[in-house]
C-alpha cells in the first residue's frame, strides 16, 4: 500500500482508515482527541486522477514555469529571435531571418 494514497470513498489518506479492515473513518479524517473514532461500511479504495486532471496540472505548471519571448530584432525587422525560459534558466533559443 502507498502511505499517500488517498481513497475514493472518503478521500482520507490511507493511515487513517481500519487497521484491520481497512473501513472508511467517519469524515475521512481521525476523530478529535478524546471523542471515539467511528467508521463507515465503505473500506479504502485508491483514488486515480483521471488523466485529463493530470494533463491540466502539467499545463498549469508548464504555464507558470515557461517563459516565451519572441521580438524582432534588425534594421528592417528582419530577423525574429524567440528564446525559452524554464523556471528563470533558458533552455532553448534561436534566430530566424526573415526573407521578403
Known sequence: MNALARCKN????????????MACPVG???????????YKTTTFEVAIAAPQNVEDII????????????????YNDELISV??????DEIASDRLEVHR
Open 10 to 21: 472518503c478521500g482520507g489518506d490511507e493511515g487513517v482508515h481500519h487497521y484491520k479492515t
Open 59 to 74: 499545463k498549469k505548471y508548464l504555464i507558470d514555469k515557461l517563459d516565451i519571448s519572441i521580438r524582432r530584432e534588425g
Open 83 to 88: 528564446s525559452i525560459l524554464f523556471d528563470g
Open 28 to 38: 475521512g479524517r481521525e476523530a478529535p482527541v478524546g471523542k471515539k473514532q467511528e
